[in-house]
């Protein structure tokens, strides 16, 4: 199994550290094999665009996890595609196409389902946030008194207001 992007080569698979859009439209006409002779060019990038959509992130995409859900929505929509353009064709007299037809409807139905069970186990990794950020910020009052006399210090040009947690905390 070959691969591109950017990465080391581990017993003959490769380890992608990103991938760029243009690379992942190379792995997904690698995976579709001959179904590329029924899609445009133009629908690979419109997969992945449709895929950058309902995932939230962008290119070039930097994890695995990342790369294989962004990978496995863009396939979707070309399966999508597929089915749409095979709607149009499906006549009444001739039920040949029926068979195709259910098998990408229940294809897409069995990715959808997959990704949402992929966004309830991986909330973190599809909310775009580091995981210190999931707990909130605490903002104390920002008022400061000297202990000893009780002073206030609040406006004191050295006294910033504390934001927790922070990103090392």
Not at 103 to 116: N, Y
Not at 131 to 155: A, K, M, P, V
């Amino acid at each position: 199994m070959g691969g591109t992007g950017t990465g080391t080569t581990v017993t003959g698979f490769v380890a992608v550290s990103s991938l760029t859009a243009s690379e992942l439209i190379v792995k997904l006409k690698e995976e579709v094999k001959t179904l590329t002779s029924y899609l445009a060019e133009t629908d690979y990038s419109n997969a992945i665009n449709d895929s950058m959509r309902d995932t939230g992130w962008s290119s070039p995409f930097t994890s695995a996890f990342k790369i294989y859900w962004t990978k496995e929505r863009a396939k979707r929509h070309l399966f999508f595609y597929l089915l749409s353009e095979s709607s149009v064709k499906f006549q009444y007299k001739t039920i040949h196409l029926e068979h195709k037809f259910q098998h990408l409807e229940k294809l897409i139905k069995k990715m959808d389902e997959d990704f949402v069970k992929a966004i309830e186990e991986n909330a973190a990794e599809f909310a775009g946030v580091d995981s210190f950020q999931l707990f909130g910020t605490y903002i104390n009052s920002g008022f400061i008194s000297e202990e000893q006399t009780g002073r206030d210090l609040t406006y004191d040009s050295e006294n910033l207001i504390d934001f927790s947690p922070k990103e090392n905390d």
